[in-house]
């Protein structure tokens, strides 16, 4: 497996943090694992949402100092 | 109750605000595996032509606010809608008319005119926001 891509989207706002995912799991294969960085807090809701929408894993999200860390596999 | 993946958005307003809230409908829905379908009318097409740079103006605070953060650019979202949704973005044939653009003066993510007619019939059963 790959090195766990990470996308720093801190500091941007809803919908800004999506689309860097959605730009960017094109990027990775899959079953490769990407940490999304937010601070968007309607983000760290929005986002699992829309893997679940689409068909991919989420793994787990957690804030620490304002910035959520989101975790998920590319399923597809 | 609508029981479809269609989501259309007619735009009109030159605000901010309301650009923006079309952008994100639009952008979203599309990268959510909506079939999108976006058409620009009235006093909205004209950011779309190519090299525009005019500054949408404000509504009130939310707008202002917009602006001194990091919000993605409405412009941006359409085309990313596009790029990455696979939305479909036509300006209305009146407009270009009334504003005089040719079909090679909107910026390169934006589809052929299109009338009320068609927009009317492929927006049928389907989600239709309006900004």
Same mark, same amino acid.
């Given at each position: 497996? =790959? ?5 720093? =989207? ?31 807090r ?22 620490? =100092? ?5 975790n ?5 | 109750?609508?029981? &479809? ?14 650009? !923006? *809230? ?17 058409f620009? &009318? *009235? ?21 202002k606010?917009?602006? !001194? ?24 044939? *009146? ?34 926001? &309006?900004?």
């Open positions: 497996m =790959a090195e766990k891509k990470i996308i720093d =989207a801190r500091g941007s706002f809803c919908p800004g943090p999506l689309m860097e995912l959605i730009a960017g799991i094109k990027m990775v294969g899959i079953g490769d694992e990407i940490e999304v960085l937010s601070t968007d309607g983000s760290a809701g929005d986002i699992p949402e829309w893997l679940k929408k689409v068909g991919h894993e989420f793994l787990g999200s957690r804030e620490e =100092a304002g910035v959520w860390h989101i998920l596999k590319r399923s597809k | 109750m609508v029981d &479809s993946n269609k989501i259309s958005v007619v735009v009109v307003s030159d605000k901010r605000e309301q650009l !923006q *809230m079309a952008a994100m409908v639009a952008s979203v829905g599309a990268v959510s595996g909506n079939e999108v379908l976006v620009l &009318s *009235m006093n909205a097409l004209r950011y779309f032509v190519k090299g525009a740079d005019e500054q949408a103006p404000c509504e009130g605070p939310v707008g606010r917009m602006e !001194q953060k990091k919000v993605p650019p409405f412009k941006a979202l359409f085309e990313q809608a596009v790029t990455l949704g696979d939305a479909k973005i036509h300006p209305c044939s *009146m407009a270009m008319d009334v504003l005089g653009i040719e079909q090679g003066g909107l910026e390169d993510y934006i589809g052929e005119a299109m009338g009320l007619t068609m927009f009317l019939d492929a927006s049928r059963d389907g989600q239709v926001w &309006s900004f």
